[in-house]
């Protein structure tokens, strides 16, 4: 059974910067994609990055060059740098794994969740 828990959301400053992290359990796949995901009330859940086994990643374009993704293949672990960080980028935050080859921003194409870990940032 695959589960998957994030840390390291919290509140700050507008300008500031946050590091989330995501350790997964029960994968026996050995090629996966692990991303980001963000849900602000009443807006729907966006992705934010998307990383592959062999390490290349994708970002939507509100966070390009703001966010970087990365990742422990070793430690099925997942990891999200968040710096100039707006009120905009306030949200739940998942880490999610979808099984289908490419990097998909799609929630649709993921099927192992997180629980989530809030982020908010103040102006």
């Known amino acids: 059974q695959v589960h998957v828990v994030e840390s390291g959301g919290g509140l700050v400053e507008a300008g500031g910067s946050l590091r989330l992290y995501c350790a997964a359990s029960?994968?026996?796949?050995?090629?996966?994609?692990m991303g980001w995901f963000r849900q602000s009330p009443g807006k729907e859940r966006e992705g934010v990055a998307v990383?592959?086994?062999?390490?290349?990643?994708r970002y939507a374009d509100s966070v390009k060059g703001r966010f970087t993704i990365s990742q422990d293949n070793v430690k099925n672990s997942l990891y999200l740098q968040m710096n100039s960080l707006t009120p905009e980028d306030t949200a739940m935050y998942y880490c999610?794994?979808?099984?289908?080859?490419?990097?998909?921003?799609?929630?649709?194409?993921?099927?192992?969740w997180g629980q989530g870990t809030q982020v908010t940032v103040s102006s």
């Open positions: 999610a794994i979808s099984l289908l080859r490419g990097w998909s921003l799609d929630r649709y194409q993921y099927s192992y």
């Open positions: 029960g994968l026996t796949h050995s090629i996966y994609f």
């Open positions: 990383i592959g086994s062999d390490g290349l990643s």
